[in-house]
């Protein structure tokens, strides 16, 4: 690998770092951790467009500026080291667009691609249901056609801004044959967060934040030209699109003010008269902690890398996430552990050690490994994927 960004690269940081500086010293939108799952902001992403900072990695044919996924990597990671508020636009940019390019119609193209570059409509993805997380296969939800549409009908569940969302590009079943093998029997769609029969509930984490939601579909009509793809092949398109999700800095950086607040907490906070920073099992958690960032970052350089030379990384992209993920529950839990009890303070609490972000960031980490594939079968991807071993006979 080469380890060294290009001089066009080195200027693009600075431009999307002055750019996020300027946002976030307006101090009229919500800058903060977990910024892509809850920080929401329509105006801000609305400026993120006019700065052509979505799409960066379309191809300039379908309206990007064909930059390419390190150019985005290195773009997200100034946005996350900020907090910036992405999670209007975030889904449908990192994920939607690349689906909707590769396996949408021309019409689809048409419709959604401008809207999602100017930030004009924001997308929920609509996968996980009760009896189907990680196993994606066990949908349950049916799209049954009926003339000039299909009819949904089912439950989705642990949908990322719902509540918000214009659209959802949801996997469906649409072959009820039980003698059809589980793996054809399913679609991917468009479906109109408006429509009739379309009934959002919020589900409230841990941390008392609402970027989780429920949804039901009762008979909800959807035009068959919001069909991605072709028809039962939705399993197989879904599969890349998660490469592309799970490929993402994101994964890394979701808490990046944690870890800079730490480090100044460290530096600032006396443990017997002397700074917490000269014990040498604290300065060697914080080493940790570094060494393992800069580890994880590589592992999110490279599989862009392997997206710009035209590769699917299905097992490296499942090797980044594992780790990244890991990381990122591990320094809530360092955090919370070298603050002691302050740090189970939330933010508000006029004790709370750098505003509290410690605590909130523990009991939002439970999530971190769960969504996007749980680490065990992400564990599974790499063994049989990446290091070719069989499968266990039963």
């Known amino acids: 690998m080469d380890f060294k960004f290009t001089e066009e690269q080195v200027q693009f940081r600075e431009e999307v770092k002055e750019f996020v500086t300027t946002e976030k010293e307006k101090g009229i939108f919500p800058f903060g951790n977990n910024c892509w799952m809850h920080l929401s902001s329509m105006e801000f992403s609305k400026e993120v467009a006019k700065n ?18 390190v150019d985005r990597v290195i773009m997200l990671e100034e946005m996350f080291r900020a907090g910036a508020p992405v999670a209007y636009h ?38 996980s249901e009760p009896d189907a997380g990680s196993d994606l296969a066990n949908c349950r939800t049916t799209a049954v056609e009926e003339g000039d549409y299909y009819i949904v009908n089912g439950q989705k569940v642990w949908t990322s801004n719902g509540h918000i969302a214009d659209y959802g590009w949801a996997l469906v079943k649409t072959n ?72 993402g800095i994101e994964r890394l950086m979701q808490n990046s003010l944690t870890l800079d607040s730490l480090k100044d907490y460290v530096k600032t906070n006396d443990k017997g008269g002397k700074p917490l920073s000269q014990d040498p099992l604290i300065r060697d958690s914080i080493a940790k902690l570094e060494i393992e960032f800069e580890v994880g970052k590589l592992f999110i350089y490279y599989v862009a890398s392997l997206l710009d030379k035209g590769k699917i990384p299905s097992y490296e992209a499942a090797m980044g996430k594992t780790f990244c993920t890991l990381y990122e529950a591990k320094l809530a839990d360092v955090a919370t552990t070298l603050m002691g009890l302050p740090g189970l303070l939330m933010p508000g609490s006029p004790e709370a050690p ?7 960031d523990y009991l939002w980490s439970p999530s971190y490994t769960l969504q996007g594939g749980v680490v065990e079968v992400l564990k599974n991807i790499v063994a049989q994927r990446g290091l070719k071993l069989g499968r266990k006979k039963k």
């Open 354 to 360: 750098c505003n509290g972000m410690a605590c909130e």
């Open 176 to 247: 009820l044959d039980p003698a059809v093998s589980r793996y054809n029997a399913f679609s991917e769609m468009v479906i109109d967060m408006k429509s009739p029969g379309v009934t959002v509930r919020p589900l409230i984490n841990s941390a008392g934040a609402h970027s989780f939601n429920e949804v039901y579909f009762d008979n909800v009509k959807v035009p068959k030209e919001y069909l991605v793809g072709t028809k039962d092949n939705g399993f197989r398109q879904i599969m890349t699109n998660l490469d592309f999700e799970r490929a």
């Open 90 to 127: 975030f889904m449908a940019d990192r994920q939607v667009a690349p689906g909707i390019i590769h396996f949408g119609s021309d019409f689809l193209k048409k419709e959604f691609l401008p809207k999602i570059r100017n930030a004009e409509v924001c997308f929920c993805l609509l996968f």
């Open 52 to 69: 052509g900072l979505i799409g960066i990695a379309w191809p300039k044919e379908h309206g990007g500026r064909g930059m390419g996924y």
